[in-house]
């Protein structure tokens, strides 16, 4: 049988996990900066705890996983009989792989509520999994990279992430720009429009607009039940580019009001930060998950079609979910497959993010071997990253392998190097080679 993976998931070569790690390591020292502690939850979570947090196209998207043992003992035999999938699941799993990193963050949350001080400020970098359609961009196993305060309201935070957002991008070399919306005001635009109890309904098929662009936007709004008369007035104010602008548009809606003065308050605190990337107000961007009910964000690459790589909001009821009222949230996640992606698209990584050793130590025969393993453990000691390689065989496959791993060193070890206590080191770029002592070739590969 040829051997395979599921679809939507990939292998790392090590050149790969090394600039996977160097983009976390990026984030990382960021998030600390800001004031970030990590977390880890589980792969599975309780499907209890998973469903209707993502909007009815998030569920859809849930991996189940199967009952332990005979999960069919305890199955809707109705349901099995009639070939019901989704009346079926709830008998035969429980537990399902996690969607993302926030709905397991609230979860944690209101069990540890007694252990963490508040307002908690936590990163969590781990993978989740999707059963969405693969594509370049878009795959079924990836990895979310979260930053999430819980405690507090201050819309101080919201321009933080904000900055978090532009740092990290900055710190990448990548362009991009990042666009805010606040769902009040998505909430004003159905109310203004008259059609408040379609919200949901009208978030749905805007959240669309860049895949399918307005008329099928319109249409989409249409099939679920949204008058023509308010389809109008909506596409009115989508097509609004400031805050000002909107102002006039929403003087009937409280809510759009709030949603109005609540994002305007978030680029007053940013006129204090010099932001390196494009900050653009966009009020078609809707973020299809349910749970926003605020300030919401999203990033994109400039000189890259890939869409999002990066996005988030406030979400005041999530922990309300699980039992812990009026605690107020307010994250934003990170693409680390796409903007692996992006990075690798335009040859963004460093050279030193793709460096896994620094030297390789090559023996002629075995009393060579043996002084060089002895070598070799002055250099390790010294935190230089080396290897011996481990049979003094021909030096044509010894040499093979040091340009296979794309060391930039190799110290050769031989009976003239034994006797006087050095090595030939050779620099395999420019390929000087010259006799060097231990402490020599320390200093310089350090």
């Not at 909007?55 to 996983?65: H, N």
């Not at 070939?83 to 035969?92: C, H, M, R, T």
């Not at 080396?386 to 040499?399: C, R, S, V």
Request: with cysteine.
């Amino acid at each position: 049988m040829k051997p395979s993976i599921p679809k939507g998931t990939r292998d790392f070569s090590p050149v790969q996990v090394a600039r996977r790690n160097y983009i976390f390591q990026t984030m990382r020292t960021v998030f600390v900066k800001y004031g970030f502690q990590p977390i880890e939850t589980p792969a599975m979570e309780n499907l209890s705890t998973l469903t209707g947090k993502y909007g009815e196209e998030g569920d859809k998207l849930l991996f189940k996983v199967l009952n332990n043992g005979d999960f069919l003992s305890k199955a809707d035999t109705e349901a099995l009989e009639a070939g019901d999938s989704q009346k079926l699941a709830p008998s035969i799993a429980r537990r399902g792989l996690r969607y993302d990193l926030t709905v397991p963050f609230a979860r944690y949350v209101v069990m540890h509520q007694n252990d963490i001080a508040f307002p908690f400020k936590r990163y969590q970098i781990q993978p989740v999994w999707r059963a969405d359609r693969p594509q370049k961009g878009r795959y079924q196993e990836f990895y979310q990279c979260d930053v999430d305060v819980v405690g507090s309201q201050s819309l101080m935070l919201e321009a933080e992430l904000v900055q978090i957002y532009d740092e990290v991008f900055s710190k990448l070399g990548l362009d991009v720009s990042i666009k805010i919306n606040n769902r009040k005001i998505l909430a004003g635009m159905a109310e203004a429009a008259g059609v408040s109890d379609k919200f949901v309904d009208m978030t749905i098929a805007i959240d669309k607009l860049d895949k399918i662009g307005m008329d099928k936007v319109r249409e989409e709004m249409s099939e679920r039940g949204i008058p023509e008369a308010s389809i109008k007035q909506i596409v009115n104010m989508l097509e609004v580019k400031s805050l000002e602008a909107l102002r006039p548009l929403m003087a009937n809606s409280p809510m759009g009001q709030k949603g109005i003065e609540e994002l305007q308050t978030v680029f007053d605190f940013l006129e204090a930060a010099n932001l390196n990337n494009q900050l653009n107000f966009e009020i078609t961007l809707a973020r299809g998950l349910s749970y926003y009910t605020g300030f919401i964000v999203e990033v994109a690459a400039n000189n890259v079609e890939m869409g999002s790589i990066g996005g988030g909001g406030r979400y005041d009821d999530l922990t309300g979910i699980f039992g812990l009222k009026d605690v107020s949230g307010v994250g934003v996640s990170f693409g680390a497959a796409r903007i692996y992606d992006v990075m690798e698209t335009l040859d963004l990584f460093p050279k030193e993010a793709e460096e896994n050793i620094q030297l390789i130590l090559i023996a002629f025969d075995e009393a060579s071997h043996r002084y060089a393993f002895k070598c070799l453990q002055k250099i390790r000691s010294a935190g230089i990253k080396a290897e011996l390689y481990p049979d003094p065989i021909k030096l044509k496959k010894q040499m093979a392998y040091a340009n296979a791993r794309n060391t930039p060193y190799i110290a050769l070890a031989g009976s003239n190097e034994m006797e006087k206590g050095m090595l030939s080191l050779k620099n395999m770029e420019s390929g000087v080679q010259e006799d060097k002592s231990l402490d020599e070739i320390i200093q310089l590969l350090k």
